[in-house]
């Protein structure tokens, strides 16, 4: 395939990105009527084939282990699926429930929702609420609503600093900026606005105590761990889906997909200021991008294809293998 050049703007802080006064637009909702809204689906158990990606739907990831890479997903009929992308021959979680675009999936370090460490998985809902699952010491947890009015697919992080906690989910409200909410001590804070336009049908894409958006000048931004960087610095390049970002040994990789649907990469160091120019790594994508790093070991990114089904490369940074199907 042709390379075509993304737009490589400058760098510029857009920390002066002002939080908009303007009510609570993502207030919380009474959660017991809204159960309707996500049927829980079949049991984990039942884990036959499961339908293909819905088209266009970016998927989220979150590694665990070298041996253990969470990959979730929404299909065709809108359900849930989790598959572990380190090991390709396991079949399909299903996990049910009705989303509104993909899934964000993050690892919750251990003593935060249980002994030890477990994966969540959150969505938006048919109602537009925000709705969350995870693992427990038996099983799973049911589907739960946890309010607000999203416009976006969320993104989730974990181990921030500051304000944000071991648990954070991001998305973008009907004022079209970010807002988020922090689990800590055992509940749910309230919704807080932290500002950012986001390009309207594109949403954050989180992961490893960052979180990257596609502004409405299509240009993708980073936000940086709070205390290091708390404002959000513009990469440049022009994309019109929800990117992905991971932290790798030498930094911080942004993912894009490109105007020419490729995936493209730009590097970063901490604090977030890119430190090369964007890169190429070809592919026909018809999705946002998702990727994570196993720690001290390998960089994933997914991406649907053409043919609608995952994709991915993998190695050790900034090493990554060719195309793969998942």
Not at 119 to 148: C, E, F, I, K, P
Not at 300 to 305: H, I, N, S, W
């Amino acid at each position: 395939m042709r390379s075509v050049k993304m737009n490589g703007a400058h760098g510029m802080l857009v920390s002066s990105w002002k939080h908009r006064a303007t009510k609570l637009l993502l207030a919380m909702l009474a959660g017991g009527s809204l159960l309707a809204g996500l049927a829980v689906g079949p049991p984990a158990s039942a884990a036959a084939a499961p339908p293909r990606s819905a088209p266009g739907v970016t998927m989220s990831a979150a590694a665990r282990s070298a041996s253990t890479v969470y990959l979730a997903y929404t299909a065709t009929n809108q359900a849930v699926y989790v598959r572990n992308a380190a090991q390709p021959g396991q079949a399909a979680i299903a996990l049910g429930g009705r989303l509104i675009g993909g899934p964000a999936a993050v690892v919750v370090p251990a003593g935060v929702l249980s002994p030890g460490a477990v994966l969540a998985v959150l969505g938006r809902g048919t109602d537009n609420a925000l709705w969350w699952r995870h693992q427990t010491a038996s099983g799973w947890s049911g589907w739960q609503s946890l309010g607000g009015t999203l416009t976006s697919a969320p993104g989730a992080a974990a181990d921030m600093t500051d304000q944000f906690g071991a648990l954070n989910v991001f998305a973008r409200g009907t004022d079209g900026v970010i807002w988020y909410r922090v689990f800590g001590a055992g509940a749910w804070r309230p919704w807080t606005p932290l500002g950012g336009a986001v390009m309207a049908g594109t949403g954050p894409g989180a992961g490893n105590g960052l979180f990257a958006i596609a502004n409405p000048d299509r240009h993708v931004s980073v936000f940086g761990r709070i205390g290091m960087n708390n404002g959000y610095t513009d990469f440049g390049g022009l994309t019109t889906a929800t990117p992905g970002i991971t932290r790798t040994v030498p930094g911080v990789e942004v993912f894009a997909r490109g105007l020419d649907n490729a995936l493209w990469c730009r590097p970063s160091m901490l604090p977030v200021a890119p430190t090369g120019p964007w890169t190429s790594l070809g592919g026909r994508l018809t999705s946002g991008v998702t990727a994570t790093t196993v720690p001290g070991g390998k960089t994933y990114a997914f991406v649907l294809g053409t043919d609608n089904n995952i994709w991915m490369r993998m190695g050790t940074w900034p090493s990554l293998g060719g195309w793969m199907r998942l």
